[in-house]
Each structure stands twice: as C-alpha cells, then as structure tokens.
C-alpha cells in the first residue's frame, strides 16, 4: 500500500489499519473478478500482479499520457466507481475476441488503434463485465444504495472527465495486467467519500467474546466424571514376526528381569504411564495396588513418575 495513502486516510479520515487492509483485499477480489470475465472474452488467460493503493485527484486520474478507454458506474448521477482500462489491453482482448492470433496480438500492443466497430464493441463490453465484478464484490461497500447504472463507456480522457467525479479526490488501485505475453495497465476508482461511508462495512465484524461462565466448578466437576481406559502393563518386549508365528500353547516369552519379589506393573493410559504398582490377590480377585514411590532399578524410562 502506498505510504501516502496509508497517510492520508488513517490521519486525516480516520480510518483504522483494518479497514485499510479490508479495502486493499477488495481491491484483489475486485481484480480477480476482472480478469476471469476479460479471460472469458478474449479467450485467452488474463493475469493480474503488483496491486497499488493510491490517493489521487480526479483530474490526475483522468489526464494521462497513454490512451485508456473509461467506464463509470454510479447510482442516480453520482459516480461510485470508475475503471480505466489502458487502450493497449482494450485492443488485445477485443481482437482477441474476434479470432486474433498470438502475432496478432502482440502487435495490438503496440499499436492500440481501434476500429470503429471494435470501439463500440468494447463500449458494450466493458460496462457488462465491470458492472458483474462490481455487484459480486463491493454489494457490501454500496449496501445502502440501488439502481447502480453505467453513466458512460468511453475512450479519451475529455468524455470521461466531464462526466466523472469532478475535482474530489479518489482512493485508486491500479495493476499490472497481461494477456498474449504483453502487459498493461488495468485501475478502477471510488470516490474517497464514498469510501469514507463506508468505513464501518470495510472491516470484518468482531465476533463478542462471550462472557466466562461463573459455573467452573460444574464444568471440572463434569471434567473429573469422563471415563478412561487405563491398562495394566506388566512388560513389553520386541519379537520378530517370525518369532511371534512360532508361539504357541505352552511357548514361554521372556519379559525382563524382577530385580525383586514381587513384579511391577505399569498402569498406562494411551501408552503414557500413570502409576506403578503391583497385582495382588485379594478375596480371589488380581488387583492393582498402586505404589507411590517408584523403585530405582526402574529400566523403562518412566522413573520419576508417580
């Protein structure tokens, strides 16, 4: 985004980095929009790179040294938007549209003469794909507004200026577009005001945080009441698979060593050990009694825990 505008419009106006970085994420919507309706005229893929974010007065916009071809969308008689295409890309994608070649292309971008018939085709044109991306993309920024309209379709920057925005500054994004391996400019306008508007639907509403319940000691209370699935674990080992298949009724697989009396057994929950301790016998039941001091001669990695 640039530094002068950034400047402008969060000293001046007011507006927040938020909304700043909701219109620039506009902008590329509005450009992708674009460049698939130009695609699907031409015929061929139209790319678009190198957004610019730019404050400039309406005269500034309109008096350029290239040749662009104007359209200017609005409600009632008051411009909303306005897109300037470079004549150069206007010729290749109408010629493209009729059946030009790559070649031919290529040359369009050198020479972006058109022919009265195609003048009038891009008039028609134009308007059709641009008016689309619009009511797709920026519905939300014109929300309380209806009847956008084309106010004019032209090439020059004379029609253009007596029918736009006057002397009032415009917020502009502009890319580079290429189509057939030649590049161009491609920019649309709003008028800052309008912009000013509708600040508060620039930026994404915030989701209210919801207020924390008084009731924690239900939910641990719910917390401590879910079950799991605790096993008792008396060793583990690795075999081959072709030691496994030998094994048999009456095979004896070595574990580990006691070191002691009575085994240790590790209560585990998802591999992970919670407690040792040992089974015992009691009323012809095996219980696991837990043992909360952990013996050193542990081998296992799990010393310490308890």
Known sequence: MHKGLLSALSETWG????????LRLLGERLFDDLSEGLSAIAGHPVSVEQQKLELESSGDFFAQPKPYHFTSLGFSDEPAIILKIDLALASIIIKAAVGGDVASLAAAADSPALTPIE???LARVAPEVFIGAVE???SGLFANREGLHVLFSSEGATAAAESGAGSEQLVVASVKCTIAGASAKLAFAIPLPIVIQ?????????????PVERGTDQVRNALLGARMELS????????SLGE???LGPGSVVLIQKLGRDIPRVALRCNDRALFFGTVVEDAGWY???VQPILMEESTDGDRGRT
């Open 15 to 22: 507006l927040k980095p938020a909304e700043l970085h909701q």
């Open 287 to 289: 219980r696991f009694l």
């Open 232 to 239: 008792a674990v008396l060793g583990s080992l690795a075999m």
């Open 198 to 210: 509708a600040r508060d639907r620039l930026a994404p509403p915030r989701q209210e945080r919801r």
């Open 136 to 138: 797709r993309v920026l």
């Open 244 to 246: 496994v298949r030998s």
């Open 119 to 121: 003048s009038r085709v």
